[in-house]
């Protein structure tokens, strides 16, 4: 478990006992969290200069699960033996009697009791990325899944023309006997429940392919694979959603997916995907991605930082759902967002993007 308080107010007002955050990542494997920790800092920094309390805000990043030299779990007969970082991380945090909790929850099943148990105690809990909606916890920061789903599907019909077959790529979980299953984190069931509703309004398109990409090592290309595979036995498909879009950014693109990127930049292929890491930008300006819906990364560490902080200080009302909302990135705005990543400042609107009405 790496650690580190990112402040403590020292000024002339702050008195009293500090007020504890524990802003809790996926675990150091995960891609996603390096905005989120900028974010968590600069909340911190504008806590300590304004709070009448002292402020600790300490970021944990959970260790990656250990895996075999095969690349599969030490147990595999524990259901939550991926959550099982997290989870330590979480029972610890909570025996130290934190103020509040953010946390991207892994499985929210596996950690439902310890979030219940946090909120028992006191503890303010606040989720983002993953929840555990069946818990206890005050407030789910996030992105309706289901909703932005529904959104990119609608966005890959326009492009397409309405008509064609797609293949859609979302998180899976290899099986003992070595098949796949779909992830039953709710975020991919809910944007799997959003492109299925969604779909479901083109009768000319259907969904020829549902492929399995597995979590987490970016230098493995079984996601790139698992598309090419599938243009391979299917060549008419002509457009791929990425629910889960680590295909985006795993290496040689263009060496593990020949045909996939060829077409790509014929235009025979467009592709809608979530998420904007740094890469995932890379393939859209080299042609392989069209348009890329972006969850609030920076504002999962600074929005649920001040939220866990008001939940302790002000008693603050929330509703279950902080609706978070989302980026749409294209081509043509390409360039405003990486200027925003830069400079760390969200606030400036993106320009509408020109491939959609």
């Given at each position: 478990m790496a650690t580190s308080v990112l402040a403590c107010s020292e000024g002339e007002s702050a008195t009293g006992e500090p007020i504890t955050i524990a802003y809790i990542t996926h675990n150091k494997c995960n891609r996603f969290h390096d905005l989120g920790r900028e974010?968590?800092?600069?909340?911190?920094?504008?806590?300590?200069?304004?709070?009448?309390?002292?402020?600790?805000?300490?970021?944990?990043?959970?260790?990656?699960?250990?895996?075999?030299?095969?690349?599969?779990?030490?147990?595999?007969?524990?259901?939550?033996?991926?959550?099982?970082?997290?989870?330590?991380?979480?029972?610890?945090?909570?025996?130290?009697?934190?103020?509040?909790?953010?946390?991207?929850?892994?499985?929210?099943?596996?950690?439902?009791?310890?979030?219940?148990?946090?909120?028992?105690?006191?503890?303010?809990?606040?989720?983002?990325?993953?929840?555990?909606?069946?818990?206890?916890?005050?407030?789910?920061?996030g992105m309706d899944n289901k909703a932005a789903a529904a959104f990119l599907m609608d966005a890959l019909a326009t492009l397409n023309g309405k008509t064609g077959k797609i293949a859609f790529q979302t998180m899976m979980d290899e099986n003992a006997d070595g098949g796949y299953t779909p992830t039953a984190a709710g975020t991919f069931v809910d944007r799997t429940a959003g492109f299925e509703e969604a779909l479901a309004k083109y009768p000319d398109m259907t969904n020829a392919a549902t492929l399995p990409c597995v979590c987490c090592?970016?230098?493995?290309?079984?996601?790139?694979?698992?598309?090419?595979?599938?243009?391979?036995?299917?060549?008419?498909?002509?457009?791929?959603?990425?629910?889960?879009?680590?295909l985006l950014g795993e290496p040689s693109l263009e060496d593990n997916a020949p045909l996939l990127t060829a077409?790509?930049?014929?235009?025979?292929?467009?592709?809608?995907?979530?998420?904007?890491?740094?890469?995932?930008?890379?393939?859209?300006?080299?042609?392989?991605?069209?348009?890329?819906?972006?969850?609030?990364?920076?504002?999962?560490?600074?929005?649920?930082?001040?939220l866990a902080y008001d939940l302790v200080t002000t008693d603050r009302q929330v509703t279950p759902f902080t609706d978070a909302g989302w980026y749409v990135v294209c081509p043509n705005n390409l360039e405003e967002f990486e200027r925003n990543t830069q400079a760390m400042d969200y606030r400036t609107p993106l320009s509408h993007c020109s491939l959609l009405p």
């Open positions: 974010g968590a800092r600069q909340a911190s920094t504008e806590l300590m200069a304004t709070s009448a309390r002292p402020v600790e805000v300490t970021v944990i990043d959970p260790e990656c699960p250990e895996l075999n030299a095969d690349g599969k779990p030490t147990d595999p007969g524990d259901s939550c033996y991926f959550s099982r970082p997290q989870m330590a991380v979480l029972q610890e945090v909570i025996n130290r009697k934190v103020d509040a909790i953010s946390i991207d929850v892994f499985d929210g099943v596996c950690e439902n009791d310890l979030i219940n148990q946090a909120v028992d105690a006191g503890i303010k809990v606040v989720t983002y990325g993953g929840d555990a909606p069946a818990s206890k916890r005050h407030t789910y920061y090592d970016y230098e493995d290309p079984f996601c790139t694979q698992q598309a090419e595979k599938a243009l391979e036995e299917a060549p008419e498909i002509t457009g791929f959603f990425l629910s889960y879009s680590k077409k790509a930049k014929e235009r025979k292929i467009h592709s809608v995907a979530f998420d904007t890491l740094p890469e995932y930008l890379g393939r859209m300006r080299d042609g392989y991605v069209d348009v890329l819906l972006g969850q609030k990364l920076f504002g999962w560490g600074y929005d649920t930082v001040m």
